[in-house]
């Protein structure tokens, strides 16, 4: 059974950093395409950042440049080092993966097949 489960949310002041993490088990496939979403209180759910094959990345226009995403696949374990927050990126943030092998840095949340059960982060001015 597949199972994504988030870590690393928290409460920080605007400016500061923080740095999630997904830990994904019950794949057997050899490619697993990932991503994190992330839904404010009042907004639909929208895309942060997504991997690509070859290492490459995707990330929405508001949180290029501040976030980054990573995976360690030996840990199967994804990633979201966020930097210089600002109180807009408050939001429930979730994990999501899909097996693979082609993985497109997509940011449209239908396209994975499974989610994790979110970490809140909250910025403060």
């Known amino acids: 059974q597949v199972q994504l489960v988030e870590s690393g949310g928290g409460s920080v002041q605007a400016g500061g950093s923080l740095r999630l993490s997904c830990a994904a088990s019950?794949?057997?496939?050899?490619?697993?395409?990932m991503g994190w979403f992330r839904q404010a209180p009042g907004k639909t759910i929208e895309g942060v950042a997504a991997g690509r094959n070859g290492g490459g990345s995707a990330y929405a226009d508001s949180v290029r440049g501040r976030f980054t995403i990573s995976k360690d696949d030996a840990k199967n374990t994804l990633y979201l080092q966020m930097n210089s927050l600002r109180p807009e990126d408050t939001a429930i943030y979730y994990c999501?993966?899909?097996?693979?092998?082609?993985?497109?840095?997509?940011?449209?949340?239908?396209?994975?097949?499974?989610w994790g059960q979110g970490t809140q982060v909250t910025v403060s001015t």
């Open positions: 019950g794949y057997t496939d050899a490619i697993v395409c």
């Open positions: 999501a993966a899909r097996p693979g092998p082609f993985c497109t840095g997509s940011l449209i949340s239908t396209w994975y097949r499974a």
